[in-house]
């Protein structure tokens, strides 16, 4: 797929793309490109232009998560994006295979996580510890194959790691997903977690934004049709 059929959505202040499982959105020890320098190595190129190419990132994804990544083409974006972000005025739907049945076709899941920074990991507590933070999402059951459970869920609190975490406290590790409970990794070391909906209001028009990314890589999102 060549870079440009990778952006959802792009203006003179807003840039989105989609990331696929394995690529990096910021540069860290692996060394591989990033996703942030791969977007602004295509403006720099695109738009001839001479100079640096402000790039802010305003949201992050994991690693080896799916899905639409955002990124502000100004200063004057960034800070307003980063504010709507911030103050939860924003939809992020997820789209996960979990490896075991829920409790009930639809519901909440809450509770009070904590990151150890060594493992780059997050404990679920089911009330508050010292540094834990409330994390809550909402999910519903969208399809089953003979082994697989797909779930639509809906952030209401953004924490590291929340929804690896949550569902394997639940007893729903993702596919894949070995950190967090998965029987066995992916070939590609990717989880069955994409971030397939972003709904937002335009920084400067005010308009609202919606976009929708189709999720890439293992069949069975095609099963699933996500």
């Known amino acids: 797929m060549k870079f440009e059929e990778r952006i959802l959505y792009e203006d003179n202040h807003l840039i989105a793309v989609y990331k696929p499982n394995g690529e990096p959105v910021q540069n860290d020890e692996s060394g591989d490109e990033s996703l942030s320098d791969k977007v602004k190595a295509f403006i720099k190129k695109r738009d001839r232009k001479p100079g640096n ?20 083409k100004t200063s004057k974006a960034l800070s307003r994006m980063n504010e709507q972000f911030r103050d939860r005025r924003t939809g992020k739907r997820y789209f996960a295979v979990v490896e075991a049945m829920p409790p009930d076709e639809e519901g909440v899941l809450v509770g009070y996580l904590k990151k150890n920074g060594e493992k780059n990991k997050s404990f679920v507590f ?27 869920i809906d952030l209401m609190t953004g924490r590291h790691h929340q929804i690896r975490a949550q569902l394997s406290h639940a007893g729903m590790p993702i596919r ?11 070939r590609d070391n990717s989880i069955m977690l994409h971030a397939g909906e972003l709904t937002f209001e335009h920084p400067i028009t005010k308009d609202k934004i919606e976009l929708k990314a189709r999720a890439g890589g293992d069949p069975l999102w095609r099963y699933f049709d996500v």
């Open 53 to 72: 190419v402000f790039l802010g990132l305003i949201h992050r994804l994991d690693r080896p998560t799916s899905g639409i990544v955002l990124f502000a």
């Open 126 to 152: 089911d009330s508050p510890v010292k540094d834990s933070k409330r994390a809550e999402l909402r999910y519903q059951l969208i399809g089953c194959s003979d082994r697989y459970f797909c779930l639509k």
């Open 176 to 186: 894949g997903d070995v950190k967090y409970g998965s029987k066995r990794a992916l």
